[in-house]
């Protein structure tokens, strides 16, 4: 039994003082999330394939938008990671870096290659360093792979690659009516460069790879491309078949002890996405989704990381907030959740990591203690609040005296950042955390 207590005001939360209020609040919006005072749970080890993992808190693959010339990890990388790395997260879930050029979401996203790989081999090994140093163990580091698609930028300017139109979308992100889709050929050299990324990420000292499939990126912009014609359109067959493909290919070439996971859409919530009711794209339809994870358990997936929605379109819907007013967040909260326990439910032993905890902020570890107790996810993941405030599952896990005052507020400016081309970072604590590197130094 942990016995939290808080420290500093804790006025940049939701209205409650207290886990009891957080739960009335939870009863009068109809909304369920599991509670559980007794966190014990979370410094339980897990394993993932043949790794142990020392407990059940993950960092989120958070871009950073601040890779060096060459699409190598620039100082301002090292320094987020080494943040993670003393953080205390037994899983640290590397952020997206391109398969192809073309691919980019920014021109300072990370790429691999094997003129580079040596740069991320050194920051592999200084985040074990770190956390070693500092926790007294190592974290398991799964690189994420991905194809931007229809949000690809590599020059900095927009250069989208989509797989179809879809009327909004191609309204908010300006797509000209006479973009042509990409072709099928295109589409089937991609495997191959999923796989070439997945080995010089295995090579510079990952212990896994994620085949990214989420936020309506290429591989989820398929998963809805039913008027596609072709044998990537239409049936579900051939609208997973690219996904699918990429996942054979990336685990018939790296080692059986090295991770293949999938950071997967649970549904769009956007007019004719994946896994979303015809009556209402709010609500979720997971016939599909859950064919897919039975798919992907089958082949042999490790592991998946679940969100929901297009930060593009509807950001509110996976990171619920206090700034976006199109939904009670809450709601928001316990429909990740929701959709995360069916997940894990099909996706058997093989863990889930849930996603949505970042919004609960001193209110996170009970609600992931109750959800993992409740068996509906396995780990709980933390994107913003690793921004934030990356020290905190340390804390937690030790029972030390978390600050509520360095919670994230959900601003969403670290975001805001990301989609300017800029260094994502947390602009509310930065001023914090700048003055902590220093006195390191």
């Not at 990126?217 to 398929?222: A, D, F, M």
Request: aromatic letters at 8%; charged letters at 25%.
């Amino acid at each position: 039994m942990y016995n939290i207590r808080w420290q500093g005001s804790g006025k940049v939360s939701f209205g409650c003082s207290s886990l009891s209020e957080v739960k009335e609040a939870c009863a009068k919006a109809d909304c369920r999330i599991e509670f559980s005072e007794d966190l014990s749970v979370l410094a339980d080890p897990i394993h993932i394939g043949g790794h142990p993992v020392n407990n059940r808190f993950c960092v989120h693959p958070m871009e950073g938008c601040d890779a060096a010339a060459d699409g190598s990890p620039s100082e301002l990388t090292e320094a987020r990671y080494m943040n993670f790395a003393r953080g205390g997260s037994g899983l640290i879930w590397f952020e997206a870096v391109a398969v192809v050029p073309e691919g980019k979401a920014g021109r300072n996203q990370l790429i691999i290659n094997e003129n580079n790989k040596a740069a991320f081999a050194r920051l592999t090994e200084k985040i074990r360093n770190e956390a070693l140093q500092a926790n007294g163990f190592v974290p398991v580091i799964i690189m994420q792979i991905t194809h931007s698609g229809r949000f690809s930028k590599p020059d900095g300017t927009p250069r989208p690659i989509i797989a179809y139109h879809h009327p909004q979308l191609d309204a908010v992100h300006n797509i000209p009516e006479d973009l042509t889709p990409v072709s099928d050929e295109y589409l089937a050299s991609l495997p191959e460069k999923f796989t070439e990324t997945a080995m010089l990420a295995q090579s510079a000292g990952f212990d896994g790879a994620d085949v990214k499939c989420c936020h309506r990126y290429l591989l989820s912009e398929l998963l809805s491309a039913i008027e596609r014609e072709g044998k990537y359109g239409g049936s579900f067959e051939n609208r997973s078949r690219l996904f699918l493909d990429c996942v054979d290919a990336v685990r018939a070439a790296v080692d059986s002890g090295f991770i293949v996971g999938s950071r997967l859409n649970g549904f769009d919530a956007l007019p004719g996405g994946f896994a979303c009711d015809k009556n209402d794209c709010m609500t979720p339809d997971l016939t599909e989704t859950l064919r897919l994870v039975r798919r992907l358990i089958q082949r042999g997936v490790d592991i998946l990381n679940v969100t929901t929605g297009s930060p593009y379109y509807n950001p509110y819907v996976n990171r619920p907030n206090d700034v976006d007013k199109k939904e009670p967040p809450l709601v928001g909260v316990s429909r990740m959740f929701s959709v995360i326990g069916e997940i894990q439910k099909a996706a058997g032993a093989v863990p889930v990591v849930g996603t949505g905890y970042s919004y609960l902020r001193e209110y996170i570890p009970f609600a992931a203690a109750g959800e993992i107790l409740a068996g509906r996810c396995s780990m709980a993941g933390l994107g913003r609040m690793s921004f934030a405030y990356p020290e905190l599952p340390g804390e937690i896990l030790r029972n030390a005296v978390p600050n509520a005052n360095k919670l994230c507020t959900t601003c969403g400016q670290c975001a805001a950042l990301l989609r300017q081309g800029q260094p994502a970072r947390c602009v509310v604590r930065e001023n914090r955390l700048k003055k902590e590197r220093i006195d390191r130094k």
